[in-house]
């Protein structure tokens, strides 16, 4: 909605969106945000780029690179004015209307990101809750009551969700995938250990939190060896 | 254990951990082992890096690439051995011994986690779980009594836990990174939005669930505008 603000969204900012945040940028601006937000809650009005950086855990070199692509350079002797770059990063984000979330799946998992309070004030709102199992569908989880996986289409029309929330087990996993983008999702977050395949109009991102601990194994064993 | 066996970690292998593998080579290690379980559970013996890629979710040429610093190269015409490669990234990811988790914060994810049934085929032992809310300490959560935030350094000691989760409000995070970190553990998996300080031999791996949001919210709004 901001977006198309003169005010909000400078000239030099959509010229850069036009040439392409790079990914690797786009992955960073999150935690650019975060860290802008905590400042703006301190009652810190103003913040340097070493500031910024360490408590966004980036090298200030990094963050003055990545903040130059949304046309946003700091003044000398002065910095970044910490209101008007978060509003820059949360329109370069898309953030400026709340994306609308549906989450399958509702065994612990599901139930826990269903829970979740920090979504709404990070731009998003959960919709829809689904699930396969019998049991589960018709229960109340965070004041929405789980539905069947075959009235997701539905669900994702009626709300206009643009965002599907994966927590199945992974043999689920690539059938709630598909009839998510059959639904019209174009963004999909799984949390079930395998890789999915879509369209190439729909994103995925992924976590796996085995995977994120196999990671810290190899530096653990690493070091333990000596090597 | 078997990391110290000739068996199953070849000279090249060791030479190459010692030339260092890539940290993005690293964080991909674990998806073909996921990948690489998958089809053995198929009863699949033999794969091409075309199939292995594609199950992956990378190109080939990526994969072969990451294979060759662990030794690897496939053989012409043949593939990829799975058992014997899926033995080469478990020992070059350190998971011949299970590892030890303790998981910080028992709300909402922590409870989720505790219950997570993936990590032990996957290297992972659960031994500990803590919180500082009196009203959760004493309670049992997957077969283990939550044990309040000052007995985590006897619990780290007597348990050898390697690694923390941290499940706690951004708030609580740092302090109960220090106190991991003070406790002896060397890697930290952190849920929680925020950054984490911790000292050079400490490894931190970040899973920040709004985060993921918003770079599809990224996509979503670059196509919505057409940029």
């Given at each position: 909605?901001?977006g198309?603000s003169?005010e909000?969204e400078?000239?030099?900012a959509r010229?850069s969106a036009r040439?392409?945040?790079?990914?690797a940028?786009?992955?960073r601006?999150?935690?650019?945000l975060?860290a802008l937000?905590?400042l703006a809650a301190?009652?810190?009005?103003?913040t340097?780029?070493?500031e910024?950086?360490?408590?966004?855990?980036v090298g200030?070199?990094?963050?003055r690179?990545?903040?130059s692509?949304?046309?946003?350079?700091g003044r000398r002797g002065?910095?970044?004015?910490?209101?008007?770059?978060?509003?820059?990063v949360e329109?370069a984000l898309?953030?400026t209307?709340?994306?609308?979330?549906?989450?399958v799946?509702?065994?612990?998992?599901g139930?826990?990101l269903?829970n979740?309070?920090?979504f709404a004030?990070?731009?998003f709102?959960?919709?829809?809750?689904?699930?396969?199992d019998p049991?589960v569908?018709?229960?109340t989880?965070?004041?929405?009551?789980?539905?069947p996986?075959d009235?997701l289409?539905?669900?994702?029309?009626?709300?206009?969700?643009s965002?599907?929330?994966?927590?199945?087990p992974?043999a689920?996993a690539?059938?709630?995938c598909?009839?998510?983008?059959?639904?019209?999702?174009?963004?999909i977050?799984?949390?079930?250990?395998?890789?999915?395949?879509?369209?190439?109009?729909v994103d995925v991102?992924?976590?796996?939190?085995?995977?994120?601990?196999?990671?810290?194994a190899f530096?653990?064993?690493?070091?333990?060896t000596?090597?």
């Amino acid at each position: 909605m901001a977006g198309s603000s003169p005010e909000r969204e400078p000239v030099a900012a959509r010229a850069s969106a036009r040439r392409g945040i790079p990914p690797a940028t786009v992955a960073r601006l999150p935690g650019y945000l975060r860290a802008l937000h905590a400042l703006a809650a301190e009652g810190v009005v103003t913040t340097s780029s070493d500031e910024l950086a360490d408590r966004a855990g980036v090298g200030s070199a990094q963050l003055r690179k990545d903040l130059s692509w949304l046309g946003s350079y700091g003044r000398r002797g002065v910095g970044y004015d910490v209101e008007h770059l978060s509003s820059q990063v949360e329109v370069a984000l898309g953030l400026t209307t709340q994306r609308r979330v549906v989450i399958v799946g509702i065994g612990n998992l599901g139930h826990a990101l269903a829970n979740y309070s920090g979504f709404a004030d990070r731009g998003f709102g959960v919709v829809g809750l689904v699930d396969a199992d019998p049991a589960v569908v018709g229960t109340t989880v965070a004041g929405l009551v789980v539905r069947p996986l075959d009235e997701l289409r539905a669900i994702v029309a009626a709300t206009d969700a643009s965002i599907g929330l994966i927590a199945t087990p992974a043999a689920a996993a690539q059938e709630v995938c598909d009839a998510l983008v059959e639904a019209g999702v174009v963004g999909i977050l799984t949390f079930a250990p395998r890789s999915l395949r879509v369209p190439p109009h729909v994103d995925v991102r992924a976590v796996d939190v085995a995977s994120e601990l196999q990671i810290l194994a190899f530096h653990d064993h690493r070091r333990a060896t000596g090597a």
